[in-house]
């Protein structure tokens, strides 16, 4: 199958019980969205066309999504239908993990698959959903190409100061090391920088990745210097349901004192902590903001605290600071937010004005301050898109 050809390009971002799919024509356009929710339970599939709106799923439709195979190929007949003669001459995927050796998108062949499914210890909770979306991509498309694109490849320019724990040596070789996740958003912001603001992309900006999952990264010209996140997704700064930073006595505590094993502790900082655990009310900031409670308000100072800490963090891992980026959920719509962390950060040059913050950007700093405060929506389907469509298109160049 052959890009060139009119043929498009899908691109998978399997989590533990959702599937995210783009669909893109062969010159990168975008052709729909979608999103299978709760695999494994009661399931639902939503596509959109290329202006968002809804697109209506054949009535009758046989559905079934008692697992990623069956999600998949649930998506394929909605897209088959919607999308008559479609073929897909690529299939991109997200991959959390990429270990230390890959510094970009892979095309999956020979190995591949049984290297990236030996790095499933480093991230057990994602890396397997992932590798369970590449496996039912290849047996629904034999022919096309398969890319991996990993969310710590953008973080392996780090130096070794960022790159290492104060652990014995060996354990680094082992694998034990700050990789860094978010790297498809990082990449993306990365490169609209480049675009859209090419003198301050040569400079030393700071990106906020606010979603539910949240992260930080410092970018001088454009490449990643360090990342709020480290070995796992659960590093730096608090999110939905994640705990961010925390001292690993408190693990030896919970472990000696309150007797609970690994499966219960990963329960309790990975689903069961951040905003969720410290409001007790939700994992999402749109309810917080609207709460009156205490508690709620508290998950929020320490929301913008972490944020503000980073920031300073960063900042003296950068030399200075020219930029602030805001992205990801939080980050592109709360308005709230965004001007909490500025509050106080002016000793950074980080100052935010109330009128272009009220319109979102995407330059919300005043007129010349000395750090330019963006909010820019970011696109990791696009990213993921790129990539496939490059690989396969050196694919056949290869074998032209
Ligand atoms: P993401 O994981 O990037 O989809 O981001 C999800 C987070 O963004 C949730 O906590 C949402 O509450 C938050 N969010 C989305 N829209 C808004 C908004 N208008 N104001 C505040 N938070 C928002």
Redesign the pocket.
């Known amino acids: 199958m052959r890009a060139e050809d009119g043929q498009a390009i899908l691109t998978l971002n399997a989590g533990s019980s959702s599937l995210k799919i783009g669909l893109f024509s062969a010159a990168l356009g975008v052709m729909a969205t979608g999103l299978v929710d709760r695999i494994g339970g009661e399931g639902s599939l939503v596509l959109r066309a290329d202006d968002g709106t809804a697109l209506t799923l054949p009535e009758g439709m046989r559905t079934d999504f008692a697992d990623h195979d069956g999600a998949l190929a649930t998506v394929l007949r909605a897209l088959e239908a919607l999308f008559p003669g479609l073929g897909i001459a690529a299939v991109g995927h997200r991959v959390v993990h990429g270990g230390p050796d890959h510094h970009g998108p892979i095309v999956i062949e020979g190995d591949a698959l049984a290297r990236l499914a030996a790095l499933e210890p480093f991230a057990p909770l994602h890396q397997p959903h992932n590798l369970a979306g590449i496996r039912a991509a290849i047996s629904a498309f034999p022919a096309a190409v398969q890319v991996a694109c990993f969310d710590t490849a953008f973080h392996r320019s780090h130096p070794f100061v960022n790159d290492t724990f104060a652990l014995p040596r060996a354990f680094y070789e082992k694998g034990v090391r700050r990789y860094g996740f978010h790297g498809l958003s990082y990449e993306f912001i990365s490169g609209a920088l480049a675009r859209d603001w090419p003198a301050l992309a040569q400079g030393r900006v700071i990106v906020a990745?606010?979603?539910?999952?949240a992260s930080m990264c410092a970018l001088r010209d454009g490449r990643s210097v360090a990342s709020t996140m480290g070995f796992s997704a659960l590093d730096g700064l608090p999110m939905?349901t994640r705990c961010g930073q925390l001292d690993p006595g408190v693990v030896l505590y919970l472990m000696a004192q309150e007797g609970m094993d690994a499966a219960a502790i990963e329960d309790l900082l990975y689903r069961r902590s951040g905003?969720l655990g410290m409001s007790g009310l939700s994992?999402?900031?749109?309810?917080?903001?609207a709460s009156d409670t205490e508690a709620a308000r508290e998950a929020i100072d320490y929301f913008v605290f972490r944020i503000q800490r980073e920031l300073g963090g960063l900042a003296a891992a950068l030399r200075g600071l020219d930029g602030v980026v805001f992205c990801?959920?939080?980050g592109?719509?709360?308005r709230?937010?965004r001007a909490r962390v500025a509050e106080g950060m002016g000793w950074l040059g980080v100052h935010v004005d109330p009128a272009r913050n009220a319109a979102n950007g995407p330059v919300i700093s005043p007129e010349g301050a000395p750090v330019t405060v963006l909010a820019i929506p970011t696109d990791e389907e696009i990213v993921i898109a790129r990539a496939t469509a490059a690989l396969a298109a050196h694919r056949e160049r290869l074998e032209a």
């Open positions: 990745h606010l979603g539910n999952g939905g905003l994992n999402d900031m749109r309810t917080l903001e990801g959920g939080i592109e719509n709360s709230t937010i």
